[in-house]
Every structure is written in C-alpha cells, then in structure tokens.
C-alpha cells in the first residue's frame, strides 16, 4: 500500500470539493462535511485554520480540521456541533492525521464532543501518548430526554 502523507493547509475551499467527496463515500456525519466547517468558521470561528489532508496516490483520504488558539489546536466545534471526529477512509490515514497534530507540536489539543467509539478518540489518545502528552477525557453529560415505553398516553396513565 502507498504511504499516506500529511500535508497542512490554511484555507478550506482547494479542499472542498474532495473533502465532501470523501465524507459521501464514508457516509460521514452532516457535521463532518467542508459545508458545515465552512458555516460553523463563518458563525463561530476565531482561530487561524489548520486543515491537515491526508493523500495517498494524490487522493485525498482523510481531513482534520483544527483551529489554533493560544498556542493550542482546538476541534472547530461547539454547542451547535454534536459531534466531530477524523474523517477518514481507513485507519492508516486516521493514524496519520493524528500522527501529525502532535508532530506540530501544540501546547494543548483540546476536542470536544467527541464520540467514545469514533476513530479520532483511539487514534489521537495513542498519538498523544506516543509524542509525550497527557491526556484527560471527561465524559459529557447526556441530553435530558426521557425515553418513554410507548405513547405519551401509556407513559401519563403510568404516572
């Protein structure tokens, strides 16, 4: 298999139309696509960009988002974003863009939501034991629905 490389860019739109090629053939998330980033960096943003594209055979197989704030790489991620993880045609390239966060070196990563069983959890907590750094995962509180049996009528006469 040909090697992945890592490559850093600044802007999101010479990637767009291969990111969201690769997010269909995975059938990523909505919150995964360059359309989303782009919309949540207009509304929300206020770090200089990294965007770090992983290519194997000039295809891009992975993107990692980031944005640097205070010498830390941060997930572009906040309320409005329920999820965010590495997105990613096979682990090697997930290992690869995780590989290559903390070959930046940044003083901090923090990410958040992050899914317990999605890929960028597994990948960046061994990358970041693998380059020296600490890791602290803090479970997120769950939403505050009640799951009901059946009807709201069965759950009212239960009551």
Do not use: K
Request: without cysteine; negative net charge.
């Amino acid at each position: 298999m040909p090697a992945t490389s890592v490559h850093i860019v600044d802007t999101l739109e010479p990637l767009a139309s291969e990111w969201a090629e690769l997010a269909d053939r995975v059938q990523a998330a909505p919150f995964l696509y360059p359309g989303w980033h782009r919309a949540w960096r207009t509304a929300f943003g206020d770090g200089a960009l990294r965007i770090l594209a992983a290519h194997r055979d000039d295809r891009l197989v992975g993107v990692l988002p980031m944005e640097v704030r205070r010498g830390g790489w941060r997930a572009p991620t906040n309320a409005h974003t329920p999820t965010f993880d590495i997105l990613a045609l096979d682990g090697e390239a997930a290992s690869a863009l995780a590989a290559a966060v903390f070959e930046a070196r940044p003083r901090y990563l923090a990410i958040r939501p992050l899914d317990a069983d999605g890929g960028a959890l597994r990948a960046l907590v061994g990358a970041a034991s693998a380059y020296g750094y600490r890791t602290l995962a803090q479970p997120t509180g769950s939403a505050p629905y009640l799951h009901l049996a059946h009807d709201l009528r069965a759950h009212e006469s239960g009551l």
